[in-house]
């Protein structure tokens, strides 16, 4: 995180003008509390953004590899099919058994959310 990224604390008002009149500690104190609800709100909700982009980014890089390996099971299976008809029955089995286990993979992860 930059330091242009996090939120500067308000300046007191007797750094603004050294005559003002000083607070009372009950105020200062309400007011340092509210700042740091408000910087911690700040940071939670910052947080929750990063974590909720780093899941969605990992379901894409899940359903890539999974598109990706559907695309090598296909070629392996015409590759069977071209060789030994008898057994491009079977292989077509392999690639209903990749695509029901990939898509309980991508649907568990999108429960977590």
């Known amino acids: ?24 500690k009950a105020v200062q104190r309400s007011l340092d509390r509210t700042g740091a609800w408000a910087l911690t709100n700040a940071a939670h909700a910052q947080a929750v953004g990063y974590v909720t982009a780093s899941r969605i980014e990992a379901m894409e890089v899940a359903t890539e590899q999974a598109l990706l390996g559907l695309d090598r099971v296909t070629r392996l299976e015409a590759a069977i099919a ?18 029901f286990a990939a898509r309980h993979e991508i649907r568990t ?3 977590e959310f």
């Open 1 to 24: 995180m930059s330091d242009s990224e996090i939120m500067r604390r308000p300046s007191d008002a007797r750094t603004l003008d050294p005559f003002a009149p000083s607070r009372p």
């Open 82 to 99: 071209k060789r030994d008809p008898i057994n491009a029955e079977r292989a077509a089995g392999f690639i209903e058994d990749f695509v």
């Open 109 to 111: 992860m999108s429960r």
